[in-house]
């Protein structure tokens, strides 16, 4: 028996095209039992329990390493992060391939080769990944989680011979959900995230199911150890009109706040390119200690360091002047745009969410608004979901992190109003148009 889904033409991303040769013996009870189905869920649960397991470990580490590391003087922060820079490229050059691609690694491979990421470069790119957290420096564990989803997605597809049948493709959205959905215990933001990601302007809602499954397997996989208590905690908030009027204000100043963002990171990623690793490493430790000084001399606080939480929750304190912020939002593009100039392994998720969150906090100061949380958290979103092209997300994100479904609403529309401004722009390069010429996996 043979059942045949014709595909529509490439531009309607909305239909896989397959073509199943089924057997009588497949058939059971009189229904037919899609068995190439099957192999794509198990195997889409096996990269997805596979990556929950490696960030896991890798978060584990890092965090680890960052609550000691802010407990110590800060003369052993400022040789940390030296340290950590220097060690950072001599670990990408000499183990990890010598790029510290991530996120952009899994949206390439999708996009145009398909099987050539090389899975040997993967252990020591995630411990580059390693040696960034836990030395302090302003980068996200979601760009290695998507990177470790990928190559663990390739390593399947190259050697389990009961899943060589099943497209790449699938597997990578498996995996990159996965790697989200761990490292935040954001399972939604994972989904949506490796639906997103591959396109600026098309969500990839074929692959669906393979993100689901993957994205469930790697939450779950995380929180039997990790619990499921909220990344970012924050309380409910009160919604009036004029709160969601001021967010379509937030929304665009930090659509204009992404696209200048966007444009000095690629700025960045394109000065790494020139530079020898080592030249690199001392030039982004020794600018990254001086702002960490200029942090420290600001606020007393360690803003200036790690992904970006902690300026986030420092931004959510009604008492800080204009001036101050302005200084503080300034010192986090700074560091953030040094790290990925330098070669540092990490991800733009948290970072993004901290400078949103600080622009959140300018106008709730500058609209003498009493309670910031509000602005300071969907500002982050917005921030977030102008940057990477992905605002679904974004507003999903903001919403398990915190653990307030309250956020989803004045989310959506700063992030709308973010989305609008920012238009084809994103921190990703390898983002495409998705006009419908791309592949599409075939379930």
């Known amino acids: 028996m043979v059942l045949r889904h014709l595909s ?20 059971v009870d009189d229904e037919v039992v899609p068995y190439h189905w099957v192999r794509m869920v198990v195997a889409s649960a096996l990269v997805g329990l596979a990556t929950g397991l490696v960030i896991l470990a890798v978060k584990v580490t890092v965090q680890e390493s960052e609550k000691e590391l802010l407990k110590a003087e800060p003369w052993v922060i400022a040789v940390a992060l030296m340290v950590g820079a220097v060690a950072t490229v001599l670990i990408v050059r000499y183990l990890g391939g010598g790029s510290p691609s991530t ?60 899943f060589a049948s099943v497209q790449l493709e699938i597997l990578l959205i498996a995996g990159a959900a996965a790697g989200v959905a761990a490292v935040f215990k954001a399972p939604l933001a994972g989904v949506l995230f490796a639906l997103e990601a591959p396109y600026r302007k098309t969500f990839l809602h074929s692959g669906m199911l393979p993100a689901l499954v993957g994205s469930t397997v790697g939450y779950l996989t995380l929180i039997v150890v990790k619990g499921v208590e909220p990344e970012f905690p924050a309380g409910p908030v009160d919604i009036s009109p004029g709160y969601l009027f001021g967010a379509i204000v937030v929304g665009a100043i930090c659509g204009l706040g992404a696209r200048a963002f966007a444009r000095l990171i690629h700025e960045a990623e394109h000065w790494a390119t020139r530079e020898p690793a080592l030249v690199r490493g001392l030039v982004a430790g020794g600018l990254l200690v001086a702002m960490f000084v200029v942090g420290r001399a600001l606020t007393g606080e360690n803003v200036a360091v790690t992904a970006g939480f902690n300026a986030s929750k420092w931004a959510l304190d009604p008492s800080h002047s204009i001036p101050l912020l302005l200084a503080v939002l300034g010192v986090r593009v700074v560091v953030t745009s040094v790290a990925v100039g330098g070669g540092m392994v990490g991800g733009l998720f948290v970072p993004l969410l901290a400078m949103g969150a600080i622009v959140g906090s300018l106008f709730a100061d500058v609209a003498s608004v009493d309670d910031t949380s509000l602005y300071v958290i969907i500002g982050g979103a917005a921030f977030l979901g102008a940057g990477y092209g992905a605002p679904l997300t974004a507003v999903a994100f903001v919403a398990e992190i915190t653990g307030q479904p309250g956020f989803i609403i004045p989310g959506l529309i700063e992030v709308t109003a973010a989305v609008l401004v920012m238009k084809n722009r994103t921190v990703s390069p390898a983002q495409t148009e998705g006009h419908g010429s791309e592949r599409q996996p075939e379930s």
Request: net charge negative; aromatic share 8%.
């Open 8 to 27: 529509l033409p490439a531009s309607r991303l909305s239909h896989f095209a397959w073509d199943v040769e089924l057997r009588q013996d497949e058939l």
């Open 103 to 162: 996120t952009d690694r899994y949206i390439e491979q999708f996009h145009d080769e398909p099987d050539n990421i090389d899975v040997s470069h993967a252990p020591g790119r995630l411990l580059g990944s390693v040696t960034t957290g836990a030395s302090g420096m302003p980068m996200g564990l979601e760009g290695p989680a998507v990177y470790a989803g990928s190559a663990l997605a390739t390593a399947v597809k190259r050697w389990a011979r009961p």
